[in-house]
């Protein structure tokens, strides 16, 4: 397994593509990415069978149908957080005057509730919820890799004053991930560089 790491302006957000080992295929965290850039990359006969979403918010989610529309990928996101795809305001964009709204016309094609594991093109998956930063956080755990949205960054966590937000179910999420401490596990977060789990690790 390898994974690569993409970033987008003007947000830095992080989109993550996960090899399965040594095919040309793999599975895409967030795409907030633009597919040539990452195929640049990758090369163009590289094929992602299945988008993963985070959370809903606009930054990790803008490039959502143009992904759909090119690879034809499955696009799997929390039940709760289905609806920041078609909802500026759910999912953040319409909080940012600078920026035009986010609105996705792609449908999820699985819904998770964040108690799942899933094998997707032979690559486990699994998923854990993590409300707080948004309704229907997921962190998705992919070997000893865990990739965690906006939820926890290097010695910091995410915000929780944008819609459907709550800072009380962040905290509790937060200290729910002290499950990953002392495991070896290696943090991708939604902003910011890789890094060890136990070095990022804090809680409110």
Same mark, same amino acid.
């Given at each position: 397994?390898?994974? /690569?790491?993409?970033?987008?302006? *003007?947000? $830095?957000? #992080?989109?993550?593509?996960?090899? @399965? ?9 967030? *795409? !907030? ?11 163009? #006969? ?36 289905? !609806? ?6 759910? @999912?953040?964009?319409? #909080? ?17 509730? $964040? ?5 997707? @093109? ?6 854990? #919820?993590? *409300?707080?930063?948004? *309704?229907? $956080? ?17 010695? @910091?966590?995410? &915000? ?6 709550? &800072? ?10 002290? &499950? ?5 596990? /290696?943090? !991708?977060?939604?902003? $910011? ?12």
């Amino acid at each position: 397994m390898t994974v /690569y790491r993409f970033t987008q302006a *003007p947000m $830095g957000a #992080s989109c993550y593509v996960i090899q @399965n080992g040594d095919t040309d295929t793999g599975i895409l965290i967030d *795409p !907030c990415v633009a597919p040539r850039i990452v195929f640049s990359q990758l090369g163009h #006969s590289f094929r992602i069978t299945h988008l993963l979403i985070t959370h809903g918010h606009f930054d990790h989610i803008w490039m959502t149908d143009e992904w759909v529309e090119e690879t034809g990928a499955e696009l799997i996101i929390s039940n709760d957080d289905a !609806c920041c795809l078609s909802s500026a305001f759910m @999912n953040g964009s319409s #909080s940012f005057y600078a920026l035009p709204d986010v609105v996705c016309d792609s449908k999820a094609d699985t819904l998770l509730s $964040g108690e799942e594991e899933l094998l997707l @093109n032979d690559i486990s998956v699994k998923v854990f #919820s993590a *409300p707080g930063h948004t *309704p229907g $956080g997921l962190l998705y755990l992919i070997g000893d890799h865990l990739f965690s949205g906006d939820t926890l960054f290097y010695r @910091n966590y995410g &915000r929780s004053d944008l819609p459907g937000g709550d &800072r009380e179910l962040l905290r509790e999420t937060l200290i729910s991930m002290g &499950r990953f401490y002392g495991k070896g596990i /290696y943090l !991708c977060p939604g902003h $910011g560089d890789v890094c060890r789990f136990d070095d990022a690790y804090i809680t409110m």
